[in-house]
């Protein structure tokens, strides 16, 4: 059983900046990707970027060129970085492992909420 755990959510003013981590307790190595997702308040929840095992990243149209998806393999963390925060970006982000295709574990999220 891998746990995952994020942290660095709050409440920004638009175009401001927040920093996540998802610390996972296992090495993050083993994925072939860490993801992470959000979900919006009454909507569904979306692929926000994800980081392979050899560093290649990508990222949905709605955040490219504001947040950037890294990693610390010695330290089992992930990071999102988000800038030029928006309204729209309020959410529960959430952060999980993608081991063939599959996505068995998830953390429980942490809340993100952008004011004008």
């Known amino acids: 059983q891998v746990q995952l755990v994020e942290s660095g959510g709050g409440l920004v003013q638009a175009g401001g900046s927040l920093r996540l981590s998802c610390v996972a307790s296992?090495?993050?190595?083993?994925?072939?990707?860490m993801v992470w997702y959000r979900q919006p308040p009454g909507m569904q929840r979306e692929l926000v970027a994800q980081?392979?095992?050899?560093?290649?990243?990508s990222y949905a149209d709605s955040v490219k060129g504001r947040f950037a998806i890294s990693r610390d393999n010695a330290k089992n963390t992930v990071y999102l970085q988000m800038n030029s925060l928006k309204p729209e970006d309020t959410a529960v982000y959430s952060c999980?492992?993608?081991?063939?295709?599959?996505?068995?574990?998830w953390g429980r999220g942490t809340e993100v909420t952008v004011y004008e």
């Open positions: 296992k090495s993050i190595i083993s994925f072939d990707a």
């Open positions: 999980t492992a993608d081991q063939g295709g599959y996505y068995e574990y």
């Open positions: 980081i392979t095992s050899g560093g290649t990243t």
